[in-house]
């Protein structure tokens, strides 16, 4: 059974804790306790309905102004795929909380509330998804009671985000859904109120997308994380290189060449749980020996020499910057890319991208929490990488402050 990785966005009171809330209740993800609990914080609000909100916004601050602030992770199973949901808030203030929750999404749901239509933070928050390379989107169409399961109203904020969409470059499909979170209409069974509609519920479409083409299998990379010597009666020759497969397929007898450092040899053998194996492919966590004795140590990268990566001490990266200090001219940080650490300065910054009207503000000299900027980075050793929008994995970093092991900002290489 395979994994799909998705997440909300939209603006605030849009319903993403609700929805995810209807997509766990009616799908019976949901335990007994779990129910009563929500029933009895729900009476103690005073809420008419049960608030499923309250699955996901745990926080106290949340329940209390009833937004959502910080990611909440839920996982839930269907006999067709198991899910792993990450409720990101709305709230631009928050925004380094959604590049974090929909970095590893493979599906973002984007919400707008049928009263209000496309606005700026539904603009902002497809921003993000493109630049986090989510290429498949849900466009939730949600409150349709509200609007009296009206299909002009549906069909003109359809055709409004589709012209806006139109200039996102990462988005393979759109997908519309008009829903009604609050009363489950087309989120796990067809809804029979709106007759009009043709397409599927929400849920079967989550369980149905294709998001395979989405992992590189072309480009093999296979960052070290570990170096596997057990020393024991029973595997007292073995040295073995664990890590995950960031891309392409792996086999026995490959030629691999190990960088830095250059030099080639062949796959031995592939393991995976102590069992050998055929083939590795992203994102697979194996362990792999190689024929000849080379000198391999973690941050060290295993390639196929027909298509090997870019390697270079200057990059140039979209960066969201996370901390409550801004940035500085010329910086200086802990770069964490992949498997291997390296210091680094940032020594321009390109332009600062307004992500509520996607313009980019050049000659400008820092960055502020939340905000988003083009820059162009200089490290003490070579990375080796791609661009992010051919690999997620080897395409993205972070930055650290060395004086207080602080992550201030995420990276996507351009």
């Not at 306790?33 to 809420?47: C, I, P, T, V, Y």
């Not at 992010?388 to 930055?399: E, M, P, V």
């Amino acid at each position: 059974m395979d994994l799909l990785r998705f997440t909300t966005a939209g603006s605030v009171d849009d319903g993403k804790s609700t929805l995810i809330g209807r997509l766990l209740y009616d799908s019976k993800s949901i335990f007994e306790d779990q129910l009563e609990a929500m029933a009895e914080s729900s009476r103690k609000k005073g809420d008419e309905n049960m608030n499923l909100a309250l699955l996901t916004d745990g926080l106290k601050a949340e329940r209390e102004q009833g937004i959502t602030i910080d990611v909440a992770y839920r996982y839930f199973a269907t006999p067709k795929r198991k899910f792993i949901i990450a409720d990101t808030p709305g709230h631009i203030q928050y925004t380094r909380n959604m590049v974090t929750g929909a970095s590893t999404a493979n599906l973002a749901i984007i919400l707008i509330d049928a009263r209000k239509g496309v606005i700026e933070q539904t603009k902002r928050h497809s921003f993000i998804a493109n630049l986090l390379r989510i290429q498949h989107l849900v466009v939730a169409v949600n409150k349709m009671d509200l609007v009296d399961y009206d299909q002009e109203v549906y069909d003109r904020i359809v055709e409004d985000y589709k012209a806006f969409a139109s200039r996102l470059g990462n988005v393979v499909d759109i997908t519309p859904i008009p829903i009604s979170a609050l009363n489950g209409d087309n989120v796990v069974d067809r809804s029979n109120k709106m007759p009009w509609y043709e397409g599927v519920s929400l849920l079967y479409h989550l369980e149905n997308v294709y998001v395979g083409g989405d992992e590189n299998h072309v480009q093999a990379r296979f960052p070290v994380q570990w170096v596997i010597r057990p020393q024991s009666a029973k595997h007292h020759d073995f040295r073995g290189f664990a890590g995950r497969v960031a891309g392409g397929v792996f086999k026995p007898n490959d030629k691999v060449t190990v960088m830095p450092s250059g030099f080639t040899t062949r796959i031995k053998a592939i393991y995976r749980d102590e069992h050998e194996r055929s083939q590795a492919f992203s994102p697979e966590s194996v362990t792999i020996t190689l024929q000849d004795e080379i000198d391999v140590s973690r941050g060290d990268m295993l390639v196929k020499a027909n298509n090997p990566p870019n390697q270079s001490q200057n990059i140039e990266a979209m960066l969201c910057w996370f901390s409550n200090s801004k940035l500085s001219s010329r910086g200086k940080f802990i770069i964490r890319h992949t498997t291997k650490e390296t210091k680094a300065i940032v020594s321009e910054l390109v332009y600062k991208v307004d992500i509520n009207t996607l313009n980019k503000e050049e000659e400008v000299n820092t960055l502020s929490l939340n905000e988003i900027g083009r820059v162009k980075i200089r490290t003490a050793s070579p990375l080796f990488f791609d661009s992010y929008d051919k690999n997620r994995q080897t395409g993205s970093f972070i930055l650290v402050d060395p004086g207080t092991n602080e992550t201030v900002a995420a990276g996507m290489i351009v």
